[in-house]
């Protein structure tokens, strides 16, 4: 695994992954070597208030979950997720900090 410890920005990684990559396609012992960082896909961090998420009687791994197949929706890997799930994924402004809730077919803020 290759990890910037500096703190360095993304394009500072990249740019040293892509050296690593290339010096290691000369050694004739290593086979093949890939990668999947991307660093054209943005990175987006979100900060879960656990203790509201718990007062509100909401489980932890639901919340995650949740981000997960949100995020995930903005990858155009799972473009088929955006399409079913269309104008509930890949904004960000609607990362609001707001905790919802489903009762029945509605969803409100609580």
């Known amino acids: 695994m290759l990890e910037d410890r500096a703190g360095r920005d ?3 990684l990249a740019g040293n992954l892509d050296k690593f990559m290339a010096a290691t396609r000369k050694r004739p012992e290593i086979g093949t ?3 999947t960082f991307l660093p054209s896909v943005p990175q987006q961090f979100v900060h879960v208030d656990r203790e509201k998420v718990l ?3 909401v489980a932890l791994n639901d919340v995650y979950q ?3 197949a949100f995020m995930a929706g ?5 473009s088929m997720i955006s399409a079913a799930l ?3 994924t890949c904004k960000r402004k609607r990362l609001t900090g707001q905790i919802w809730r489903r009762s029945g077919n509605s ?3 609580t």
Do not use: D, E, L, R
Not at 74 to 78: G, N, W
């Open 74 to 78: 903005c990858s155009s890997t799972t």
């Open 10 to 12: 993304v394009h500072f």
């Open 33 to 35: 070597i890939s990668t």
């Open 86 to 88: 269309g104008k509930y």
């Open 66 to 68: 949740t981000i997960q």
């Open 55 to 57: 007062k509100q009687g």
């Open 107 to 109: 969803m409100y803020a």
